[in-house]
């Protein structure tokens, strides 16, 4: 029995380290003079056929079908920069084949699934930079986000992420880590500013807030900013949170918490949902007939375009932050070349996760391009000191604070209406009027 | 003390020749969960195996030994070694307090105890804001120029061998351990337990209190794996360190080796996460979950046509063997006789 049991377990082993290490090197660069041992080794490239980037996503489990939409969105990043496209010469790369400073080097992005569990992502951080990538993207959940930047920190390697909203992601002191979209701390801030706005030139009378919230990393800080911003500043121009209403990661009824936002009678309420949640809660809040005077949704369920998809006209009226309209396509053309790309890719429009993955390959392959070089310490300093254009979003750039925060804010508000995405606020970039309050359900058509 | 000590020379020696024969950081993290989740296997078979208490709330006490070495370090900047201990204490503590009164309990209510048990103690981390709640904790990331002594100090890595040998070290301890625990006294009188608990208490044995030790025993190991995985990843929250799937890791695991004897989690473990890191790394990118069908497909396999785990295969393989010795050497007899 001894010597079999021995056996078995030296050809398991040997086996698996085989075929991992197999793994490994099958996908190592092609032709490239890096080096690809560790980062901080690498040597500046004299020419390089293909410069790779990682890509961490969640491609299986719960967040699975974003997951594949985020990748997309990133296939078609690299479409544009490895293809020649003179119609969109405003977006940086696209114009040349590759990346011109690099000798026209192609770019592959290599994709890796995080399945949303932290540690899977921060073990496929590592192997992807063992595989010699210049940078990574993603990882959408900043929950995965955080232990895969700590990887990527650790050997020097620049994380620029597309999504993850989590303000505590740029408040580590991390050096090679960097975000696009807006946090939940700036968005709270705009959430304000928009009542505000709906108070002042639409009589909405809005004073009394509540927030409804899965109970997990993302939820939890959009809740705790809420409180920041109200304790700091909004509290003293006349808004009161009037409760919090959390809900299980897990949830499968949410009648419970609807019957709580009920009772609070807020006249707004910020949800922190994901899709699955946010149905539910909309059915819900049809079926009680509650309807604050405006719901308003950090990035999330609300922006996935599915929500209108599951809802049909009951996912009117409500609002949320996002860095896309399908409605703005006709006054950015850029966007709207782009939007065709995605969709035929994927059969539906961007939305604001999906561009800011994007944009993540783009100001990552054009870091790349700028800095001439490989090395990690040398993209980053591209990264941190450089004014990205981006004539794809509303704002037009992409900058980069001390922290790594895109200090131009990328997304306006939007508001569902008749199915459509409209931009509603900031008023001079807006494709609708907000409607507000909104209407009670027995009185909708 | 270890009735297969070449066995044992052997594992450990091919595990510590593998950072050698190859410096791939998939393979060496490979190993390094396989050590973590073997270990924790060799924790719950100690309160399982050994005792016969089905314990599906193994999570709790690796979460909070994960939680009490990354808060002593987070909040007071104290080395993970001190903190390692003291989630061990805290976890055995934990241990205890629960598990006398669950103790009262037999076969699946036990189990379903110890599964709401883990299950409290995963809400009461998710809403405790000392512990940053829901929000998780980023581990503070030294410098990267930091010498080898402070990076052993703050169990920090550049490099995934020293968390091998780090990793190879507990193990071997553990595994030590419980060769020990398997033939001593305690051992017996467990097993004994296991076997008819009224038997064994009608013989003297007190099944609450021994059944108690390896509870303790078996809490305080999982809190160091615990604390040891925290300072590998990095980054904890409750949802991933509470969660139902590291418990049933450790359970399938161990299940999959073979329940009840030391080698059991070592070898589910050598089986269960490679073959998980793999097919991820080979299949995952592309986005289908073939890599988890594939997963899935080779566990029910093993669990349907041999529920006693790979040990059991071994067995099997070794009396058709004997067997088949025997049958020769009565022919050869025969044929001398004549």
């Known amino acids: ?445 | 003390m270890v009735k297969n000590k070449k066995i044992l020379f052997i594992i450990i020696a091919i595990l510590a020749l593998i950072p050698i024969i190859t410096r791939t950081k998939a393979v060496l993290n490979a190993i390094i969960l396989l050590l973590i989740f073997a270990t924790l296997g060799e924790a719950w078979n100690i309160i399982t195996g050994f005792a016969g208490q089905t314990s599906f709330g193994h999570a709790a006490f690796f979460g909070i030994g994960a939680y009490t070495s990354t808060i002593v370090f987070y909040r007071y900047n104290i080395t993970p070694w001190v903190g390692l201990i003291l989630g061990g204490i805290i976890a055995a503590v934990v241990a205890a307090i629960m598990s006398y009164p669950c103790f009262k309990l037999k076969g699946h209510y036990f189990a379903v105890a110890t599964l709401a048990v883990a299950e409290i103690i995963k809400q009461i981390f998710v809403s405790w804001d000392y512990v940053e709640g829901a929000t998780g904790i980023s581990l503070p990331i030294i410098q990267r120029s930091s010498g080898f002594a402070k990076r052993l100090f703050y169990l920090q890595f550049n490099e995934k061998i020293p968390w091998v040998y780090i990793c190879l070290v507990l193990f071997t301890a553990v595994i030590l351990l419980c060769s020990y625990l398997e033939n001593s006294k305690m051992g017996y009188y467990l097993k004994a337990i296991r076997e008819s608990h009224e038997v064994a208490e009608s013989i003297g044995i007190n099944p609450t209190n021994y059944k108690l030790y390896a509870m303790l025993i078996s809490a305080f190991i999982s809190a160091i794996c615990g604390s040891m995985y925290a300072q590998y990843i990095l980054y904890i929250d409750p949802f991933m360190i509470f969660s139902l799937d590291i418990s049933m890791k450790i359970v399938l695991l161990t299940v999959l080796g073979g329940v009840g004897n030391v080698f059991g989690p070592i070898i589910g473990a050598s089986i269960f996460i490679p073959l998980s890191e793999f097919t991820r790394i080979k299949l995952g990118g592309s986005g289908t979950g073939v890599d988890l069908m594939i997963y899935g497909l080779l566990i029910i396999l093993i669990t349907c046509y041999q529920p006693k785990g790979v040990i059991g295969i071994v067995q099997k393989l070794t009396e058709k063997s004997k067997k088949t010795n025997v049958g020769g050497e009565g022919k050869i007899e025969a044929t001398s006789g004549n």
């Open chain 1, 1 to 445: 029995m001894k010597s079999k049991l021995v056996l078995l377990l030296a050809v398991v082993f040997l086996t698996t380290s085989l075929l991992m290490g197999c793994g490994a090197q099958q996908q190592a660069p092609t032709e490239t003079t890096e080096e690809t041992e560790a980062p901080e080794e690498a040597e500046e490239p004299t020419t390089v056929e293909t410069v790779r980037i990682g890509a961490i996503l969640p491609l299986t489990g719960g967040a699975a079908a974003t997951g594949v939409k985020l990748r997309a969105a990133m296939e078609v990043a690299q479409d544009i920069i490895n293809g020649e496209y003179p119609e969109l010469a405003k977006v940086p790369l696209a114009k040349e084949v590759g990346l011109p400073n690099l000798g026209n080097a192609k770019l592959e992005i290599i994709f890796a699934d995080h399945q949303g569990n932290p540690e899977m992502a921060k073990s496929e951080a590592e192997r992807l930079i063992e595989q010699g990538v210049a940078g990574l993207v993603g990882a959408y959940q900043s929950s995965c986000t955080k232990p895969a930047s700590q990887a990527a920190e650790q050997y020097g390697v620049p994380f620029v992420a597309g999504s993850s909203s989590s303000a505590a992601l740029t408040e580590r002191g991390l050096n090679y880590f960097v975000r696009v979209a807006p946090n939940d701390d700036i968005e709270t801030a705009m959430f304000f500013d928009y009542l505000i706005y709906l108070n002042d030139k639409y009589n909405a009378d809005i004073k009394t807030v509540a927030v409804a919230y899965i109970d997990n990393e993302f939820g939890v800080h959009a809740k705790e900013m809420v409180e920041k911003w109200v304790k700091e500043k909004y509290g003293a121009l006349g808004f009161e949170l009037v409760g919090v209403v959390p809900y299980a990661v897990d949830v499968t009824n949410v009648d419970t918490e609807v019957q709580q936002i009920k009772s609070l009678n807020a006249d707004a309420v910020f949800h922190a949902s994901y899709i699955a949640d946010i149905t539910m809660f909309v059915n819900k809040y049809k079926e009680f007939k509650v309807a604050p005077k405006a719901v308003l949704n950090y990035c999330g369920g609300f922006q996935d375009t599915q929500f209108v998809v599951n809802l049909g006209s009951d996912s009117d009226y409500f609002a949320g932050g996002a860095a896309f309209s399908a409605e703005k396509l006709g006054d950015m053309p850029e966007l709207a070349k782009i939007n065709e790309f995605y969709k035929a890719k994927t059969g539906a429009d961007l939305d604001g996760p999906a561009l800011e993955e994007f944009s993540s390959v783009l100001v990552l392959a054009e870091a790349i391009n700028i800095a001439k070089s490989l090395d990690g310490d040398a993209i980053i300093e591209v990264i941190k000191n450089t004014k990205f254009d981006a004539p794809y979003y509303a704002t037009g750039a992409i900058k980069f604070d001390a922290k790594g925060q895109n200090e131009i804010l990328a997304s306006y508000m939007v508001q569902t209406q008749n199915g459509k995405y409209q931009a509603v606020y900031p008023e001079e970039i807006a494709t609708a009027e907000p409607v507000v309050p909104i209407p009670d359900w027995d009185k909708r058509n």
